[in-house]
Structures are given as C-alpha cells and as structure tokens.
C-alpha cells in the first residue's frame, strides 16, 4: 500500500464547477500537508500549504486537512479552462526535508 | 530574477552512456532535491542534500549519483547502470525547516535511444 493515494483520474468539468480533489494517507506522523499544480511538461507550482489539520483558503482554492480521518482536499469554486492541469498532493512528517506525494490527478475544465 | 534552472529542457542519449542534468538556484536555499516523474506516477525522490558537501539516498537511488560541491548548484548524473532511465527529472531547493518554501525547476526530460 502507498503512503498516499490518489485518484489520477482523469476528471472532467464544465468551466464554473467546484472541483474536489483528495488525497488519503497512511501515515500518521505526517504535519505538513501540500498542494502543488503541474502544467503539461512543466515543473509544480506550490498552491496550498497546511500545517496540520484544518482549513485554509487562498482567492478561488480551498485547501481541508482532516487528520483523523487521514484525508486531504483541495476545492476549487469557479472552475476555469486554466486550471487544467495534474494537480498533486504532497505531505511531510516533521522537517524530515522529504515531501511524499501523490499519483497526481489531471483536471480538465471545459469552457 | 531569482529561481531554479535545468539544464537542458530536452536530452537524448544512447544506451550504456552516462549523462549528467544540470542544476542551479540563485534562491540562497540550503536544500536541494532530485526527483524523477514517469507517466501516471507521481514524483520519486532520488537524492537530495541539505547542506553542502553532504547528501542522502532517497527512494530510489540506484543507477544515479550526485555532487553537492557549491550551494547553488546540485548536478544529477544517470549512469548506465539505470536500467529505464527514460523519464521527467525534476530538482527542487529549499530552506531548510521550511517545507512551504521548496520550489521546482522546469525539468529536463531525458530519453534514452
């Protein structure tokens, strides 16, 4: 079983959907928890990042750590063709300095 | 214009030679990070290092080697002993005790002929 899972998808929308992405986990120690945005052949961008558990919310992202239940999400409201794009999840436990991440999952928003 | 650079975008190389990706910060980060990425799968660390002249294996280590010999800069070398060395690298830096801070570079994508 791996630390994180992830559902790659892929996940296909209409432009101003709400998009909920997650992540499950394993790991009990993990604090930091991070939501980063792959374009096609590009490096991630950092989105979303937590520290433990709760909400936090960035203009049209909203990033939701649950640390009982070991899940992550990451809500997107008015969803835009630009958002398209794998977006991945990644976690830490302590300053380890060694992200985990998920499979990623691809999002495609239609206009 | 600060950030992470790789060097270069695109690298093709002939079974059994080794080659070696570039990897620069201007960031003043301590750590550094070499990941692979392959279809479907997400991010794989291979090495990384928090502090120069000193770096640690990651998940997947074997057939690659690396140098951390300044601070901005932490070359990969695939080696031929990497035996499906075709895939996405990706280096990422750092300060160190500060997870919110590690940024990637555009990545090089290597594949083997």
New interface residues.
Partial sequence: QKEVEQDPGPLSVPEGAIVSLNCTYSNSAFQYFMWYRQYSRKGPELLMYTYSSGNKEDGRFTAQVDKSSKYISLFIRDSQPSDSATYLCAMESGNTGKLIFGQGTTLQVKP | DGG?T?SPKYLFRKEGQNVTLSCEQNLNHD?M?WYRQDP??????IY?S?IVNDFQK?DIAEGYSVSREKKESFPLTVTSAQKNPTA?Y?CAS?N??R??T??????T?LTVL
């Fill in positions: 992470i790789q750590a990070y479907g799968q997400g991010l794989r660390l990384y928090q990651g996405f990706l750092r160190s005790g997870t919110d590690q940024y990637f570079g555009p990545g994508r």
